[in-house]
T-cell receptor
Framework: SAVISQKPSRDICQRGTSLTIQCQVD?????MFWYRQQPGQSLTLIAT?????????ESGFVIDKFPISRPNLTFSTLTVSNMSPEDSSIYLC???????????FGSGTRLTVV | QKEVEQNSGPLSVPEGAIASLNCTYS??????FFWYRQYSGKSPELIMF????GDKEDGRFTAQLNKASQYVSLLIRDSQPSDSATYLC???????????FGKGTSLLVTP
């Protein structure tokens, strides 16, 4: 299974600023995803990061707020833009070569907006 | 609305017992089913996945799938205190790629 390095592990940010989260995979993967997990809650899919094209966003998530890049098969970034306290959450990157291998997760980014 | 339902628990079992975790899903077109374990403050860790009806065993873990009943379960044999965690059931979306997660079942294995 793919091994994912995600950074930063945590950050405290001011309202109105932006934070970019990076996800590096140790091997080429077909699929990369970004999730959000509120404390005590399950995972909500933000978007699928598509290599070389625009990400596919889930209902309730928009590109202006959560721009995503995926320049190659091993790397992706998620930016949380114009942050508000409601954006405080854990953001997780997930990746894999396909459902036949399952998907693994990065260690997560704990974001606090003050 | 695609839904994955799990009993939130906590499910408490004594050490050495079998823990049975259950999950139902609403999307009949779902093809792949995953179980993740998540320790407090950590990211989810893939335990196993299953595609076909029936049982799939991996060490102390057995996944069971019944597509007709839209039901998937995870059995943990010889439960250990280190198995205490939240177990997340995940189901492939109808696009076949991204996973839809349940809210998880909290398992507590008592010595």
């Amino acid at each position: 299974s793919a091994v994912i390095s995600q950074k930063p592990s945590r950050d405290i940010c001011q309202r109105g600023t932006s934070l970019t989260i990076q996800c590096q995979v140790d091997s080429q993967v077909t699929m990369m995803f970004w999730y959000r997990q509120q404390p005590g809650q399950s995972l909500t899919l933000i978007a699928t990061a598509n290599q070389g094209s625009e990400a596919t966003y889930e209902s309730g998530f928009v590109i202006d707020k959560f721009p995503i890049s995926r320049p190659n098969l091993t790397f992706s970034t998620l930016t949380v833009s114009n942050m508000s306290p409601e954006d405080s959450s854990i953001y997780l990157c997930s990746a894999g070569r396909g459902q036949g291998d399952g998907y693994t997760f990065g260690s997560g980014t704990r974001l606090t907006v003050v | 609305q695609k839904e994955v339902e799990q009993n939130s628990g906590p499910l408490s079992v004594p050490e050495g017992a079998i823990a049975s975790l259950n999950c139902t899903y609403s999307d009949r077109g779902s093809q792949s089913f995953f179980w993740y374990r998540q320790y407090s403050g950590k990211s989810p860790e893939l335990i196993m996945f299953i595609y076909s009806n029936g049982d799939k065993e991996d060490g102390r873990f057995t996944a069971q799938l019944n597509k007709a009943s839209q039901y998937v379960s995870l059995l943990i044999r010889d439960s250990q205190p280190s198995d205490s965690a939240t177990y997340l059931c995940a189901v492939s979306s109808n696009s076949g790629y991204a996973l839809n997660f349940g809210k998880g079942t909290s398992l507590l294995v008592t010595p």
